[in-house]
Antibody, heavy 122, light 112 residues
Framework: QVQLQESGPGLVKPSQTLSLTCTVS??????????WSWIRQPAGKGLEWIGR???????NYNPSLKSRVTISVDTSKNQFSLKLSSVTAADTAVYYC??????????????WGQGTLVTVSS | QSVLTQPPSVSGAPGQRVTISCTGS?????????VHWYQQLPGTAPKLLIY???NRPSGVPDRFSGSKSGTSASLAITGLQAEDEADYYC????????????FGGGTKLTVL
């Protein structure tokens, strides 16, 4: 059973860069069966997909965040990471990493991390 | 403003049947992309409930079912139980957004 665990600072100052890492256990990030995604959820609000990376390093990002997002993968550590630059209070949210099944008609997220709260505040 | 539209809330008494709709457009659900559903209990990560429009992962009770038609999808819950009280989200893809993942705004289910 695949398990995901987010890690990173819980507090980031405005205009700085938010950095999070997701560690995958119970399976190889290089298996080729999944995309590896980041999703966020502001308090009391809905889910927002941030972007994904494949084991090859190819990425797709939410157009609304694309200019500020970088997702990378470290297959040697079985980890993938998120960087979100120039953060504001609007980026305060619980950030989840998740495995996205590859699908011909769009895959689903079958495994999720527990989520980590990131607050943007000075 | 979510790309997929869900009712903000639904409610039902124990034992009843409720449905949650997810309305999209010709660039997402109507384009043939699958719809998936998630259940989110308070303070926890979302859990996959229905995948590929109507399939249940192992362990999900058959009280939960999904369907898709045209530009919309629905989640039905029969024999409503107190533990079903949660937020429910639909998810698909959108070709007008570079095949981005899109979520519905979520529906709060209250068991009366």
């Amino acid at each position: 059973q695949v398990q995901l665990q987010e890690s990173g600072p819980g507090l980031v100052k405005p205009s700085q860069t938010l950095s999070l890492t997701c560690t995958v256990s119970g399976g190889s990030i290089s298996s080729g069966s999944y995309y590896w995604s980041w999703i966020r959820q502001p308090a009391g609000k809905g889910l927002e997909w941030i972007g994904r990376i494949y084991t090859s390093g190819s990425t797709n990002y939410n157009p609304s965040l694309k200019s500020r997002v970088t997702i990378s993968v470290d297959t040697s550590k079985n980890q993938f990471s998120l960087k979100l630059s120039s953060v504001t209070a609007a980026d305060t949210a619980v950030y989840y990493c998740a495995s996205e099944v590859l699908g011909d008609y769009g895959g689903n997220f079958d495994y999720w991390g527990q989520g980590t709260l990131v607050t943007v505040s000075s | 403003q979510s790309v997929l539209t869900q009712p903000p809330s639904v409610s039902g008494a124990p034992g009843q049947r409720v449905t949650i709709s997810c309305t999209g457009s010709s660039s997402n659900i109507g384009a043939g992309y699958d719809v998936h559903w998630y259940q989110q209990l308070p303070g926890t990560a979302p859990k996959l409930l229905i995948y590929g429009n109507s399939n249940r992962p192992s362990g999900v009770p058959d009280r939960f079912s999904g369907s898709k038609s045209g530009t919309s999808a629905s989640l039905a819950i029969t024999g409503l139980q107190a533990e079903d009280e949660a937020d429910y989200y639909c998810q698909s893809y959108d070709s007008s957004l570079s095949a981005s993942v899109v979520f519905g705004g979520g529906t709060k289910l209250t068991v009366l």
